[in-house]
T-cell receptor, first 110, second 109 residues
Framework: DSGVTQTPKHLITATGQRVTLRCSPR?????VYWYQQSLDQGLQFLIQ???????AKGNILERFSAQQFPDLHSELNLSSLELGDSALYFC?????????FGPGTRLTVL | AQRVTQPEKLLSVFKGAPVELKCNYS??????LFWYVQYSRQRLQLLLR??SRESIKGFTADLNKGETSFHLKKPFAQEEDSAMYYC???????????FGTGTRLTVIP
């Protein structure tokens, strides 16, 4: 077990809604990364936080936002949801170069 | 822009046969290359990275800068190697990963 936890495991919601995904990194890891895995786009990097500050941005839509709190857990907020946002959302944490992944949150938008 | 290409979506080999999962990349600087693996019902985990030059579970991968490739190889495949394999790249000065689309390896007993 890598120690990265994500909640919830599954989320089913409707188009236009807003959801929050939560990630707790491994103890001591300062960096948190968010990835989206969809059938057509594969695994895509969304955003990285380091010790509360945004460090790098990938293919993250403007409807999506994230933050990292003082206790280092992170939340990914997805708003105005569309059918195409249905995907598996992974969080990873790291201290150095190796990233440790969480089990993912499966989001289904109906 | 960076890009990671895994040309095979599916790959099947017999137990004991050699296996090679292909990965090609494009990146203007000096990237760091990784192989991640996801076994059934488990989370994504690091298999190996090019800078450590190690063999993990019998797998090796050599970075070929001339061919911009980082193919994953194992001389004798085992049933427990059946999994999804992702090649990934991180750019110089950055830790976020760019993934290929993955190859599902099935080892036939």
């Amino acid at each position: 077990d890598s120690g990265v936890t994500q909640t919830p495991k599954h989320l089913i919601t409707a188009t236009g809604q807003r959801v929050t995904l939560r990630c707790s990194p491994r103890s001591g890891d300062l960096s948190v990364y968010w990835y989206q895995q969809s059938l057509d786009q594969g695994l895509q990097f969304l955003i990285q936080y380091y010790n509360g500050e945004e460090r790098a941005k990938g293919n993250i839509l403007e409807r999506f936002s994230a933050q990292q709190f003082p206790d280092l857990h992170s939340e990914l907020n997805l708003s105005s949801l569309e059918l195409g946002d249905s995907a598996l959302y992974f969080c990873a944490s790291s201290q150095g170069n190796e990233q440790f992944f969480g089990p993912g949150t499966r989001l289904t938008v109906l | 822009a960076q890009r990671v290409t895994q040309p095979e979506k599916l790959l099947s080999v017999f137990k004991g046969a050699p296996v090679e999962l292909k990965c090609n990349y494009s990146y203007s600087g000096s990237p760091e290359l990784f192989w991640y693996v996801q076994y059934s019902r488990q989370r994504l985990q690091l298999l190996l990275r090019h800078i450590s030059r190690e063999s993990i579970k019998g797998f090796t991968a050599d970075l070929n800068k001339g061919e911009t490739s980082f193919h994953l190889k194992k001389p004798f495949a085992q049933e427990e190697d059946s999994a999804m394999y992702y090649c990934a790249l991180s750019g110089s000065g950055a830790n976020n990963l760019f993934f290929g689309t993955g190859t599902r390896l099935t080892v036939i007993p």
